[in-house]
Structure formats: structure tokens, C-alpha cells
């Protein structure tokens, strides 16, 4: 079955742009090699670790789109181990409707006789419709709360209205 896999990589901080560049080519030759057709490709920044890896505390992010069969994690993942440039990587099947290459720095389609270097149906967003997703979720999400809040209010009103005596219940 062919899915669709998110492929992300950190390499070593040492390793100038061009190098990266070339990392970035091997990875996606060696995902087409084996059967996989390679979406987009690209570094995607260059950014701090979380933690110390090997010595080395910032690295080069790299992202890659692939859709391939199930044995392509196991190719890339021994791509990793291989190349001593790379400090980390991961491999994730993703929605293809979610396959989002904006994060990219510079998307590198494979075939340039196809412009649209993702398939047809998927998904991808630009940082303002990103941004319009999140500012109509968060819209919703205040309204759910405004509704909440009120019926809470409207609860604790009742629970401390005080009672109404009545003749009835002087007797």
C-alpha cells in the first residue's frame, strides 16, 4: 500500500548550506531508488536542539515529502545511521490532505515538467489560511466558552435566588 511519509532530519551544525543541499539530494535519490516518488524536499531552518546531540547543540532541519511503500521507513532510517552527518531523524506517515511543503525553505519539486509537486486532492496551506484556521478556531472556541460561562452564571444565579415565602407556608 502507498502512503504518503514525512521525513525529518537534523544535520550536523558544521555542515555549510551547499553540503546540506547535497544530504538533502542523496536522501531524495536514495528514496527514489527505492521506489518512492519524492513529493518535495528542503531544508527547512536551522534552529537550536532541545537537547545536546553528539556535542552539538543547534543543527539543520530538513523536510521531505514521499510517497512510497511500507518498507521506506526502514530504507531511511538506515540512510540515518549510515550518513554520520545526520544527528537525528524521523519518519511519519501523514495525511495527504495534510502534506503542508510551506514549511520548506525553498520546495524542490522532482519532475519540473509537474509544477504542482503535490498530488492532486492534498491540502496545502498557506501561513495566512493557517492563521485564518486558527483565528475561526479560536473565534469558535471563545464562543463555546461565552455560552458556558453564561449557563454557569444563569445555574449559580437560580442556586442563589432567594426563596419566595408565601402565606401558604406562615401557617
Known sequence: MIRTYEVLYIVKPTIVDEEVGEIIDALAN??????GKVLAKGKWDRRKLAYEINGYKDGAYCLMYVEAEGNMPAVLYREFRINDDILRGI????????VDASKIETPK?????DSSNIKPGAVT???AERDG???GELLAAEKKI???V???EDTVAEDNAEPVETKDSEE
Open 30 to 35: 536514495v528514496a527514489a531508488e527505492n521506489g
Open 91 to 98: 519518519v511519519t506517515v501523514v495525511d495527504t490532505r495534510f
Open 125 to 127: 496551506l498557506s501561513e
Open 150 to 152: 453564561e449557563a454557569a
Open 146 to 148: 461565552e455560552k458556558t
Open 133 to 135: 484556521i486558527k483565528a
Open 109 to 113: 519539486p522532482v519532475d519540473d515538467k
